[in-house]
Structures are given as C-alpha cells and as structure tokens.
C-alpha cells in the first residue's frame, strides 16, 4: 500500500520539534554544541527516522557531537514520543550530512574559476593580448 507523502510530512514534522528542542536547550548536554538538522529522511513504514545534521567544529568536535546525540536519542525519541501523535516512534538514527561540506568544496572551486578568470582577463587587458586558448583550455584537475 503506497504511503504517498507521509514520511516526508512526519521526517519534517520530526525534525521541527528536533530542532526546538535542540535550539532552547531541552537536552542538556554540553557535547551537542551548535548543531544545524538539515533534513529527516522518514523510512516508508515510519520506524526509522534518519536525522541528517550538520556542526561546526573540527572531526574531533564532530565526534563529540556524535556521541553526545547517541547519548540523547533514547531522551529525544520519549520526547517525540509525547509531541507528536504517531502509533509507533520511530528509531532516530542521527548522520552527519556530508552534502554540506561537498556543497562547500564546490563553491569554493568555482570561486577559484572565477578569480582566475578575472586576473586573466585584468592580465590580457595589460598586455591587450587575446589569450588563444580561451576557457575551453582551462584545466579541471583537482587542487
């Protein structure tokens, strides 16, 4: 039987009251530090519930974060629990979300492009040369 879009409304629902929890400080354990939930992806049959999220910090303060919410999650399921009315909780099962961090690896790269670009061209309008390779030139290899 086709669920439609049930888990999407409850992974939202889900991490909405996540993250009021999380922001006023309902969970009291120091290691949780500021942490950003990006997205709950809710399984089909609504008993598991995995919680992407992001943190600032270095691997080891992400680690930190980790085990703090895998100290909190039996805390922050009897919360969901009572907030929101399901027949069964599902299991929370927290990620870290590596898509922002690629996100951010591709921006910078394109930030690179285009300042290279523009010293080319600030290059080719002192010299009022025409660089003969153009942009199809430009070599993709990673840094």
């Not at 680690?63 to 929101?84: H, M, N, Q, V, Y």
């Amino acid at each position: 039987m086709a669920q439609g879009h049930r888990p999407d409304r409850v992974g939202e629902q889900i991490r909405e009251e996540l993250s009021q929890m999380l922001s006023r400080g309902v969970v009291h354990d120091p290691g949780i530090g500021f942490i950003t939930l990006t997205r709950v992806k809710a399984s089909p049959d609504l008993q598991v519930a995995h919680v992407y999220y992001t943190t600032m910090g270095d691997a080891g303060a992400r680690e930190e974060t980790a085990k703090a919410l895998e100290r909190a999650t039996p805390f922050l399921r009897r919360e969901i629990g009572s907030r929101i009315r399901l027949r069964r909780v599902p299991l929370l099962e927290f990620r870290f979300d590596e898509s922002v961090m690629h996100q951010d690896r591709v921006e910078q790269i394109l930030r690179d492009l285009h300042r290279e670009d523009a010293e080319r061209a600030a290059t080719q309008e002192g010299t009022g040369a025409a660089d003969p390779s153009g942009p199809q030139a430009r070599s993709h290899e990673p840094e």
